[in-house]
């Protein structure tokens, strides 16, 4: 008999943490209606739904005594509904995509589900709008500032000969073989070496970035290696001529731990993509290494697999491939394929 497949009759499932210790389920629900009762609490979690903020963005953004927004954040991390991240010396705050009690889950998903219907105050958006430019701002002054030094800062993170190879590799054996007739986007691409890719994997190519100075940089390259198919676009990924295009595929070569808000980015590129589009992400995984803060002009030390997962689900796509890298400096490299939904 292969014990393996078996079936015995006589054991029983075992009893859930929920059902051996029901005092559990009674605690939870307490702190999980305590940390839903107050109207801060519940915008706090509105505006955790979709990116990280730390303690004195938080105060910045309700105008209020940090004391105050540290004592929400406390009943809210205790109730399992925020969790914490270290970002060198600062701590953010997200609001947790999962509940570790099964039997809270659903009570979650409807509370989340409720909020998002919600609308913050005029002047809470207004304030959140002014960090958002506050953090583009310090991105493009690096760039606007090191622009000549990109490459040589870039090396001492994840040198373009790393990933770029294996991401074009990923995106050639997974778009359609008629892709020659489809548009790419790329976003962020830096000085360009990977658009000489796109050129010849797709019809068209669109170079966005928010940084005159690097989209110089890339199209100079493009000139040099005689590349017609290429058009160069200033802004971001609001720019309204973007909304005008049929996009078929969009890439981002490490560019998300320079955006202000990832989350809305990804949000962003589902409404530009057609039907069945694909996403392409290369990105560092997260990391403790803060001096790529001043030195490379990072915003955020890397992201966790899983939550490129959660977000990009949210923003309506499904997993594809994916293909990671580690070096010896201690950062490692994620590729990922992502398909709308």
Not at 102 to 120: H, V
Not at 195 to 213: G, M, P, T, W, Y
Not at 271 to 276: A, G, S, T, V, Y
Request: glycine content about 4%; proline content about 3%.
């Amino acid at each position: 008999m292969n014990l393996a497949t078996s079936k015995n009759p006589i054991l029983k499932p075992k009893a859930s943490i929920e059902q051996l210790h029901p005092e559990n389920n009674s605690t939870r629900l307490l702190a999980f209606c305590k940390a839903t009762a107050d109207q801060l609490r519940l915008d706090i979690l509105k505006v955790l739904s979709r990116e990280s903020f730390g303690v004195l963005e938080l105060v910045q953004i309700f105008n209020c005594k940090q004391s105050l927004i540290s004592h929400h954040l406390k009943i809210l991390a205790n109730a399992g509904l925020v969790l914490r991240r270290r970002e060198g010396n600062s701590i953010f705050y997200r609001r947790a995509n999962t509940i570790s009690s099964t039997e809270m889950a659903e009570m979650q998903k409807g509370l989340f589900n409720a909020i998002e219907r919600t609308q913050l105050s005029l002047e809470a958006q207004q304030r959140l709008a002014l960090i958002h430019d506050d953090r583009a701002d310090k991105c493009q002054r690096y760039f606007r500032e090191n622009a000549n030094k990109f490459s040589q800062h870039q090396e001492q993170v994840a040198a373009y000969e790393l990933y770029g190879p294996n991401a074009k590799e990923l995106i050639a054996s997974t778009i359609p073989l008629d892709s020659t007739q489809n548009t790419v986007l790329e976003i962020g691409p830096g000085e360009g070496e990977f658009l000489v890719e796109l050129s010849q994997l797709f019809k068209r190519v669109i170079a966005l970035d928010n940084s005159s100075e690097m989209l110089n940089k890339a199209q100079e390259l493009a000139t040099s290696q005689n590349l017609t198919n290429i058009d160069f676009v200033h802004g971001d990924t609001r720019n309204n001529s973007l909304s005008e295009q049929q996009i078929n595929c969009v890439v981002l070569n490490m560019v998300l731990h320079h955006v202000p808000s990832p989350v809305e980015v990804l949000f962003d590129i589902a409404e530009l993509l057609d039907e069945n589009g694909q996403l392409f992400i290369t990105e560092l995984c997260s990391h403790d290494q803060s001096w790529v803060k001043t030195s490379c002009g990072d915003l955020w030390l890397g992201f966790e697999p899983e939550d490129l997962s959660d977000w990009t689900r949210n923003a309506g796509f499904k997993e594809g491939e994916s293909v990671y890298l580690a070096q010896r400096n201690g950062f490692r490299v994620q590729i990922r394929q992502f398909l709308k939904c």
